[in-house]
């Protein structure tokens, strides 16, 4: 006797390198969500000169925190502009909180802790009023998308590890929340969604593609395969296993041991054999051999 497959472990390999070979083992099994998604900008807003002036100074950088009371920069009028130009040497020695208790100029805030997107304003430039000086948003929002096929799987509160698309050592935590499912409108299986809220020590920059992975759960000391070696056929899910095999004719094979009287199987076609053979009748050389053996001696 001699093992052979019962059928093919079609998906283990692929086509152009034939089939291949696997095992069933016992152990844990951690589920993981795989989520990817962008980084948005929340409540975006402009911040414009409210005087005809000066910029006397930029505090701002593109893609940085700012809170209510962090000046981005400082307007000066024309009569003001004409005092600094005329204290020269004397105005730039002063410390900055000096500078703004003797010269007042006028400051350029958020009205709460802001994300600055980009700085237009230039130092020592003169402006008119409504001029643009600062894009900001009130927040960043990391969002997510999640397949239909983990949407049970994800729950408010899970733990999502997320890193730029491409860079998984810059890993960053933080907590799945609002999560909603689209509108299912003409397709029967919506995607789901989900926002977290970044904050200034937690934050990708607005517009970078991020990937992440959620893992709600770990199933222990468990019989498992993989995934792509089981066979889907009419709803019914197949894993192809090594069998033993004793007698073998034209039309049937005994099988000795690794299927059960009544075990179903799948049977494939020539075309889904991808560079594997059907076990077929071939010739037993050392049963041959006894068999001549047995004849001459029985001539004797």
């Given at each position: 006797m001699r093992p052979a497959l019962a059928a093919l472990l079609l998906a283990l390999s692929a086509p152009a390198h034939g089939a291949g070979t696997g095992a069933v083992v016992r152990g844990d099994l951690t589920i993981?969500?795989?989520?990817?998604g962008l980084?948005?900008?929340?409540?975006?807003?402009?911040?414009?000169?409210?005087?005809?002036?000066r910029i006397e100074s930029v505090s701002a950088a593109d893609a940085s925190w700012h809170g209510s009371d962090q000046?981005?920069?400082?307007?000066?009028?024309?009569?003001?502009?004409?005092?600094?130009?005329?204290?020269?040497?004397?105005s730039q020695g002063l410390t900055e909180d000096r500078w703004q208790r003797v010269y007042r100029p006028t400051p350029v805030r958020c009205p709460d802790e802001c994300f600055v997107l980009r700085v237009y304003a230039k130092a020592k430039t003169w402006v008119r009023p409504n001029a643009l000086l600062v894009d900001a948003a009130r927040g960043l929002d990391l969002v997510a998308r999640v397949r239909p096929e983990d949407v049970?799987?994800?729950?408010?509160?899970?733990?999502?590890?997320?890193?730029?698309?491409?860079r998984p050592e810059r890993k960053m935590t933080g907590r799945v929340a609002r999560f909603t499912l689209d509108p299912r409108g003409d397709r029967s299986t919506p995607w789901g969604t989900f926002t977290i809220h970044l904050r200034p020590d937690l934050f990708l920059p607005p517009g970078t593609h991020w990937e992440g992975?959620?893992?709600?759960?770990?199933?222990?000391?468990?019989?498992?395969?993989?995934?792509?070696?089981?066979?889907?056929?009419?709803?019914?899910?197949?894993?192809?296993?090594?069998?033993?095999?004793?007698?073998?004719?034209?039309d049937y094979t005994q099988i000795v041991s690794g299927a059960r009287d009544g075990e179903e199987f799948l049977f494939l076609d020539d075309s889904a054999l991808h560079g594997?053979?059907?076990?077929?009748?071939?010739?037993?050389?050392?049963?041959?051999?006894?068999?001549?053996?047995?004849l001459g001696a029985a001539a004797v």
């Open positions: 993981r969500v795989k989520v990817t980084v948005v900008p929340v409540g975006e807003f402009r911040l414009k000169s409210t005087i005809d002036g000046p981005l920069a400082t307007l000066a009028d024309k009569e003001l502009a004409a005092l600094i130009d005329a204290r020269g040497a004397q049970p799987l994800v729950r408010d509160g899970q733990t999502l590890t997320f890193w730029p698309a491409g992975e959620i893992v709600p759960g770990v199933k222990h000391d468990i019989l498992m395969a993989p995934t792509a070696a089981l066979i889907e056929q009419d709803g019914r899910t197949y894993l192809p296993v090594l069998v033993s095999t004793g007698v073998t004719t034209d594997a053979v059907r076990h077929r009748r071939t010739v037993d050389r050392a049963a041959l051999e006894a068999r001549e053996r047995e």
